[in-house]
């Protein structure tokens, strides 16, 4: 998810930069700008699709989306280029969801779930098909996903390395509802199963 994200920051970067540069800077005219807009028009395709699971729609309080974005005859290549990336939409901004980067709390994700949303034995398959649709793992990472309840606390197994454990910390309130999500680089060895 993270080369998606940076793959997706660098080439925005890029757009932004191609078409608005010329005119921050003042070196070129309203043709030339248009010329950069068709070009960018004629070889980059945007696609957005709700993710529509149930799993997410009922745990989330707002939607999230598929984007995917296609770059074609870059640099004379007739080669496509796909970067993939979800984003939610919170009625007044749309963003990614947080990057993850070794241990890392996550509030912004915490404060998008429902408060109604309880987890328990019941609900915690439907909260890894969330994370397995908002935090997707990459193809060619081993399937490592497993969850369990141990001290007062979900875990989200996402990966292993070497016999470390890698996932998402869950920390709940008394009636089960999310207080805290992070993401954990290693856990424990008392917090494992």
Known sequence: MAQI??????????GVL????PIILAQTDSLTTARLDNFMLENCQRTYSEITVPAVQKILKYKAYHIELQTHNLYGNKSER???????????????FE???ET??????????KFDFILNEQSAPEFEILL????PLPDWKPNKREFFYKNGKWYFLRDAYFRTKQG??????????????????????????
């Open 5 to 14: 994200k940076n793959t997706f920051a660098r080439n925005c970067l890029f």
């Open 18 to 21: 191609l078409v608005q540069a």
């Open 82 to 96: 796909t970067n993939e990336f979800i984003v939610i939409d919170t009625d007044s901004l749309v963003t990614t």
């Open 99 to 101: 990057s993850i980067r």
């Open 104 to 113: 890392t709390q996550l509030p912004e994700l915490t404060s998008y779930i």
């Open 132 to 135: 397995d649709h908002i935090y």
């Open 168 to 193: 998402f910390e869950i920390s709940l309130d008394s009636s089960g509802r999310i207080t805290c999500i992070c993401y954990k680089m290693k856990w424990d060895e008392p917090e494992s199963k």
